[in-house]
Structure formats: C-alpha cells, structure tokens
C-alpha cells in the first residue's frame, strides 16, 4: 500500500539540531566525509537518521554560524489537515560545552510543563522523550563533544491557542512531539481509506486475529511484549477512527484485540468512538467517576488536578490501585461491545508513554496467557 506520510515535529527539530551542530563543528572542513555525508549544501537539506535505521532527508531554510554558536531554522511540512504545526519555522540554536553532554532545552513558542502527569517533569520544556532521544542520536552521529541545545519555534506561542497544551498545563508554547519520527494523517477522511485497504489486505491473506491499536505506541507496546503472539502484519492503526475501524474489522469477519493509551481508549466511556481531541472530550472526567468509589475524598482531589488520563493511572499506580486500571480496561472493552452490538467484547489492553502495560481486561488476560504458553 501507497501510504502518505510526513515527519514528526520532533524529527524536524532533530535535523535542524544536527544540521546546526555540523556547521559549528565542521564547517571550516566542509570536505570531511561526515559533512559531505549529512548536508547537501546546493539543496539546502540535512540527512536525518531515524529511530527505524532510516535516512531522511529534511530541507532547512538557512544555517548561521555567529561566533560560537549555530543556528538553522527548517519548516515543518504537514500531512495532518488538522495540524496546527503545518509550515512553523522550528528553531535549532547550538553551542559547544566543554564537557561531553547534551543538554536539551525549548526556547521561544516551546511550551513548559506546569503540572503533574505528563511524561515530562515540572518546568520540563515540552520536549517529548522521543524527540529528545532523537536529537541527542543525530548529534552524537556526527560529534563527540558537548552540545548545548535550544529548540524554538518563533510562532509557537501563538499556534498553542488552538491545542489543548493548556488544558493540560504546558504554558507558552507548542509541545514538540513524535515517537518514530513519522506522522501519518490519522484524522483525515482519507486515512479510513487506509483502514480499509489494511483490512483487506489482512483478509485476502487470510489473517483471522488482528490487533487494532490508535497510533505507534500501542503498535511498538504489543510488539515489544507480546512480541511471540504479534507482529506487524496483524496490526491495524485506527488513528482516530476507532470505531470505523472495529465495524469493518468485523464485517470482514476478523477477531481483535484492542490496544492502546487508556487517554485514548477511554474516551468511549463517553460514547465518543471517533476520538480526535477537536470531537472527543478529554476522558479525564469519565475515569475519575469510574474509579472514585475506591478512593479517598483526598485522592479524588488529586486526581480531578491531573491533565491527563496518564497522570491519572499514575497515581493510581502510586497508591496500589493497579487493578482500578484493570478494571477500567474491562469497561471500555464492554462499551466497546455495547456499540457494536456483540455478543462478545474484545480483549482491551491499556498502555503507558513508556509502552508498559498498565492494565489489562479479563479477556486480555486470557489472551495473554495463552500467548506464554
């Protein structure tokens, strides 16, 4: 399948980070084979290395090198009609350290953490772990020394009014994002088409079992634990269209799995199956009066201050409540049969930022089971 596709802002802001450490690093050496072997100078684009072992390559507007420090400057192109990142300037300023570190920090328009429950601590810039990751790599590819990295975006600001960054306590800025480094257009109408072409490839190959997970963390999570039972070629990615995709699963006649973030997933506790955040009600509220019964009046405090589901079953976690997770996962699995009017409910398993599995319903837990032996 012919696939569209675009990349990450995280991995925009990796390749401008690296485009800007090999000018201050190598520029008065442009016939190194490291600088020769990353930058294309007549076409203005720097090869990125992907997390896959990939190399891309992303074009960047200018490169200024001032004294001793580096600055370039590449476009976020997007494929995502909804993505209010589409043609940003991401910002790389670099400087040398005379240790051998790499220090990531967000600049102008890069938002801060203001709560607890992201992945991030407070007063974190809002750069996810995977574009951390991403960049320091791509830095260390082509430098052993100490870096200094600031990634801003001029018009972040501006653009943080049309996400949910405050709702979820990252003030001043856009968050830079991305776990692979790839984005596919998983809200557009185009992408049920996709969905739809993956189907039938999986049911012309004769596949029976699927796996449907939202996005890439709950496609790497159930590779990575149940890598003997999963593999790619089962996996279907819903993106948005959740409950588009669970419908034509079964019209096909395939069995599945339901894998995925529970900030995700647990939106269908309030019916909303089509689950981008511009449709679909955070499911903060929905979890917290689920669970509260189990919980003590301070608890429940705690937990209506989170900002995200995550933080929610942190807590949970924090205070020895895995199995309110377990069970959560046990009632979106029965809603889930609710709305497609079966007879049986899927298995549904939860999982974090970090690809653990965090919960896990009774029919998952057979499944897994069976999978050990």
């Keep these: 399948m012919n696939e569209r596709f675009g990349y990450t802002t995280g991995a925009y802001a990796a390749a401008a980070a690296k485009a800007a450490v090999l000018f201050l690093v190598h520029e008065n050496d442009k016939s190194a084979a490291i600088f020769n072997d990353s930058i294309n100078t007549e076409k203005k684009s720097v090869r990125l290395n992907l997390f896959n072992g990939t190399g891309v390559e992303i074009h960047f507007e200018s490169i200024i090198k001032e004294n001793n420090k580096a600055v370039c400057e590449v476009k976020k192109q997007s494929v995502e009609e909804a993505d209010v990142t589409h043609n940003a300037l991401i910002r790389a300023e670099v400087s040398l350290r005379d240790d051998n ?74 968050s830079i994002l991305g776990t692979t480094g790839i984005m596919r257009p998983k809200s557009l109408g185009s992408f049920k088409r996709t969905i739809l072409q993956r189907i039938k490839y999986l049911k012309e190959n004769n596949i029976k079992f699927i796996a449907v997970a939202p996005g890439n963390i709950g496609e790497a ?22 409950g588009f995709t669970m419908k034509k699963a079964l019209e096909n006649d395939l069995d599945f799995i339901l894998a995925g973030h529970p900030g995700k997933l647990a939106k269908v506790l309030n019916n909303n199956f089509q689950t981008h955040f511009s449709r679909a009600q955070a499911a903060n509220g929905a979890v917290i009066e689920f669970v509260k ?34 069970d959560l996962a046990e009632k979106i699995s029965l809603c889930v049969k609710k709305y497609l009017s079966e007879k049986n409910h899927p298995p549904v ?23 050990s032996r």
């Design 221 to 242: 999570a159930l590779l990575e634990n149940y890598k003997t039972k999963v593999n790619e070629n089962m996996i279907v990615q819903s993106g948005d269209y959740l």
């Design 349 to 371: 398993i939860l999982i974090n930022n970090d690809k653990k599995i965090i919960g896990i319903s009774e029919k998952g837990q057979a499944w897994a089971a069976k999978e």
């Design 101 to 174: 570190e790499i220090i990531i920090d967000g600049g102008q328009g890069v938002g801060r953490v203001t709560k607890p429950g992201l992945s991030l601590p407070k007063g974190e810039a809002a750069i996810n772990t995977a574009p951390r990751k991403m960049i320091a790599e791509n830095i260390r590819n082509v430098t052993s020394k100490g870096v200094d990295v600031i990634i801003s975006v001029p018009e972040g600001e501006r653009l943080a009014n049309e996400t949910t960054n405050e709702r979820l306590g990252i003030i001043g800025g856009i």
């Design 293 to 326: 019964e189990n919980l003590k009046p301070e608890q429940i405090d705690e937990l209506q201050e989170m900002p995200t589901v995550e933080g929610i079953c942190g807590s949970l976690i924090k205070w020895g409540h895995e199995k309110l997770i377990s």
